[in-house]
């Protein structure tokens, strides 16, 4: 596999951003049963803020596959284009993230998600599970771990 490079968010990677969430969000929803759910990240950028994060996309060749997005002690985003899942990218971006985060690091994860295994694996650890009103789709009724990273 070539090489995975790291870099900061630029205004010009926005619609390879879309086009990655957007496959990898329905993926997500749909292990959680909320596919109805959906929002394009168009719409879910500015509703859930994700320009007061810290942004960072990883790419293969130039090709941008992946981005995250954390706080100084929340990792709130992370979504790998589905053609690359499996190939050991989330995990570098996850160990690049905690390198700039505070400690403790929280975030939550949809019951259903197979990324929290993931997160799991990176050392986060299962602090508790919640039920609330999804963040920016205030309908939709959500089951989530929070996990912490110490």
Not at 5 to 10: A, D, G, L, S, T
């Amino acid at each position: 596999m070539n090489k995975i490079k790291i870099r900061e968010f630029q205004k010009k990677d926005f619609n390879d951003l879309c086009v990655i969430h957007d496959q990898a969000r329905k993926q997500e929803l749909k292990a959680a049963n909320l596919e109805a759910a959906f929002k394009p990240l168009k719409i879910a950028a500015i509703e859930e803020d994700l320009f007061s994060y810290n942004i960072y996309v990883a790419t293969i060749d130039e090709k941008i596959v992946a981005f995250i997005a954390f706080s100084d002690d929340e990792l709130a985003w992370l979504y790998v284009d589905p053609s690359f899942q499996k190939q050991g990218i989330g995990s570098k971006l996850i160990e690049f993230s905690l390198t700039k985060m505070k400690r403790p690091t929280y975030l939550e994860v949809l019951t259903g998600n197979l990324a929290e295994s993931l997160y799991l694996h990176k050392g986060f650890k299962f602090l508790k599970h919640e039920s609330g009103k999804m963040p920016g789709n205030e309908i939709f009724h959500v089951e989530v771990d929070l996990l912490i990273y110490k």
